[in-house]
């Protein structure tokens, strides 16, 4: 439920301060292609967990009463692709409670020095 909030609430409102004016939209396209990118192998990759791992086997579900242990393994593969980027998420996200304040006054500093060399011109 939590990792979608990863771009509304965490990397946009981060963009918006440390990213110059120039460069945002840039960055926002950037950053949903590489998100996008990584997200359109899910699927595929879980079948492919599911399969190898746990022993999915699509013949043996009964199109009408389903299959138990076929969800069990459908299930473990999507936990384990699950794990991985929620991991790579908290590996990656947390230092930034410590370097975003940082990061965040010498963008203002930039952008401070970049008007007033504009306006010495």
Do not use: Q
């Amino acid at each position: 439920m939590t990792i979608s909030w990863n771009s509304t609430a965490s990397n946009g409102p981060m963009f918006a301060v440390v990213i110059p004016s120039k460069h945002r939209t840039m960055i926002y396209a950037f950053d949903r292609a590489f998100e996008v990118s990584f997200s359109s192998f899910a699927a595929r990759v879980v079948g492919i967990v599911a399969e190898n791992l746990y022993g999915y086997d699509t013949k043996s579900v009964d199109p009408v009463l389903g299959s138990a242990k076929e969800a069990l393994a459908l299930s473990k593969g999507l936990f384990s692709m699950m794990v991985l980027p929620f991991g790579l998420c908290c590996l990656f996200y947390t230092p930034l409670y410590w370097t975003f304040k940082k990061d965040r006054e010498n963008a203002r500093l930039a952008s401070i020095k970049e008007i007033e060399m504009i306006s010495n011109t």
